[in-house]
């Protein structure tokens, strides 16, 4: 078994070891190797080999709790495809470049991105707790970003200078990977300035590593003075299980607005019974679908791509099937315009 210990490493030599929280456990001890992977689903182990060098510009991270969700023997099954590094990331596909979204030009100064009235996101850390292929971030040159906790207070004094900013996302990579302690300090001092009114948290980490969810954070989350709404990141129904279930109800009774975002994923979610089935039980634990976003152009992730108008088809099947709250907003990132672009 493989036990790197890269992220969360928290021992001395002359102290005893300090007991870590079960989620950073968890973390250390998620699947980075591809053989382990091929082995613990019963895969032909060739898969692992043709894995290798995909995933050394981005390595494979996935945490055990979300593979036990997978389909044992199934190379196609839509969780392992969404981690699953593949040879065909490395080859160049036109219009699929470094940054899509138009981030670098948005950048205002440290960790924070503004591209949207009124919302700003502070870029917490630029790490994940499992790493998708399709990520527009895949890219990201989080190391000059500033994301980090140096950068908070800059990035604080900054939207405290800007009266316009009503609302901040904590977006990342995923925020929810930095701990209890700095997460308080840096929403306490979000808090404090006088004409922000929401927090927002974007994060896969309650599907992705449920056990972070913990009491701690949801006191933080429970006791601050702003709005809190957390959109998570599903793309699948068979990613919420009943231990995701049993976190979102946590989760639910803190955060008054609760939002899915999903990405329109080929061979993964791009069907019309997919997709519904992701609604109705996002439905089950209370969280309303948000946004299903078209992928972004990102280089590697072309396999993934869908076609704007399957997308609009699909939302169509939707409409017709459920009730309107339960149907997504179709959108894509349009570098340069004021608001995500709706297509349906
Ligand atoms: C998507 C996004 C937001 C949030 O947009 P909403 O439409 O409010 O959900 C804010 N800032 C950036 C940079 C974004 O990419
Ligand atoms: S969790 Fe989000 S930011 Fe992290 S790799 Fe997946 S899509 Fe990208």
């Known amino acids: 078994m493989e036990t790197s210990t890269a992220q969360v490493i928290d021992r001395t030599t002359s102290e005893p070891p ?118 527009f971030r895949r890219e990201f040159p989080y190391a000059e970003s500033g994301a980090s906790p140096a950068s908070f207070a800059s990035a604080v004094s900054e939207i405290r200078a800007d009266q316009s900013i009503t609302e901040v996302i904590l977006s990342g990579g995923d925020p929810l990977l930095v701990d209890d302690q700095l997460l308080e300090k840096l929403i306490h001092d979000i808090a404090s300035i006088p004409h922000v009114r929401r927090l927002r948290i974007h994060t896969r980490i309650p599907v992705v590593l449920p056990s972070r969810i913990t009491k701690q954070l949801l006191h933080i989350l429970h006791t601050t003075r702003l709005t809190v709404c957390v959109v998570i990141h599903s793309n699948h129904a068979a990613e919420l299980d009943c231990v995701v279930g049993e976190s979102m109800q946590r989760l639910r009774q803190v955060v008054p607005l609760l939002l899915n975002q999903a990405v329109l994923l080929q061979g993964i979610n791009d069907t019309a019974e997919s997709l519904i089935q992701l609604s109705e039980r996002l439905l089950d634990l209370g969280i309303s679908p948000y946004y299903l976003h078209l992928l972004d152009p990102v280089r590697g992730a072309s396999d993934f791509d869908v076609p704007e108008h399957v997308g609009v088809q699909l939302i169509e099947k939707l409409r017709n099937r459920l009730p309107g709250y339960a149907v997504p907003r179709l959108a894509r990132e349009n570098p340069g315009t004021p608001s995500k672009t709706w297509l349906a």
């Open 18 to 135: 300090v007991v870590r929280e079960a989620w950073k456990q968890e973390l250390a001890e998620a699947i980075r190797d591809p053989a382990e992977l091929c082995t613990l689903l019963k895969l032909d182990p060739s898969i692992a080999h043709h894995m290798h060098r995909a995933s050394q510009s981005f390595p494979l991270l996935v945490p055990r709790g979300f593979v036990s969700r997978m389909q044992q023997g199934d190379p196609n099954d839509p969780l392992l495809l969404q981690v699953l590094p593949r040879p065909e990331e490395l080859i160049d596909t036109p219009g699929f470049v470094s940054d899509p979204v138009g981030e670098q030009v948005a950048r205002r100064g440290t960790g924070l991105i503004q591209k949207y009235h009124g919302r700003c996101l502070l870029l917490v850390t630029g790490g994940c707790a499992v790493h998708c292929r399709y990520c």
